[in-house]
């Protein structure tokens, strides 16, 4: 029973990772349709939202099955807790890059206007913080998932200076308004992007040591 056990644990991890690498790579394709004006790469974002929505639920009714046949204790119930909560964290994620991929078909149907923000930059923090959450999932390793609250801070400042940014370019740009507006939009599913994956690495923590550590900075 302990080894099938482990390996119903270790195939619900592998089917997790796999549905990171899907959503790592629908925010890198998003982005670059809207930084290369292609049509058709965010056009196949938008359709790879479908196959993200079911392996989402396929991992929800896997890991609570596991709940229901084995009833775990410590370590191991944190663990299902935490994938259960990292599932939805990334189908968000995935929901987030189709809103991006949806922005970059509206922007590539119209003229080019010049992008103030940091868009790029953004996009890299952000996928750096999925990639070193996962990482952290899987090592167990609550050192790496403390990291991520740093680059979440990055986040929020290149996404308020944006705001600043957006300004300028409104008075450079009076006739672009609305293209400024999605490219605004899109810093914002950046920032939430950071934030999932932020909350994704706090499951590593209260995983691991049990702490609770969300919501410790507003208090």
Known sequence: MSKHFQRQIERLKKKMLFLSAVVEESVHQAVTALIERDIEKAVLVIKKDEEIDNMEVELEEEGLKILALYQPVAIDLRFIIAVLKINNDLERIGDLSVNIAERAVALASVPPVEIFFDIEKMSTIAKKMLKKSLDALVNLDVRLASEIESFDDDIDRLHRGNYAKFKEAIN???????????????SRYLERIADHTTNIAEDVIYMVDGNIVRHKNEL
């Open 172 to 186: 450079a740009n009076p006739n672009r308004v609305d293209e400024l507006l999605q490219l605004l939009g899109i």
